[in-house]
C-alpha cells in the first residue's frame, strides 16, 4: 500500500498506526511531530491513529540547539 510521507510515495506492507511507522523508520515519537491527513497529531493519539492506503503523513523533527 503506498502513503504519502513527507511528500515522497512510501510503501508499507499493511495499515498500521502512527506509533508503528515511527517504530518502523527507527524515529523517537517524543522527538517529532506528526500531521496525518492534514491534522496535527496530539501524542496520544500516535496509537489510535490507522494509517491507510494513501494517507499523508508529514513527520518533523526537533532540533536543539542555541547561541553560544
Known sequence: MTITLNGDPFELNAP????QLLQQLD???RRVAVEHNLTV???TAF?????????QIEIVN????GVE
Open 16 to 19: 498500521m498506526n502512527v506509533t
Open 27 to 29: 524515529i523517537d515519537h
Open 41 to 43: 497529531l496530539k501524542r
Open 47 to 55: 496509537d489510535s491513529t490507522v494509517i491507510n492506503e494513501g494517507d
Open 62 to 65: 526537533f532540533v536543539g540547539g
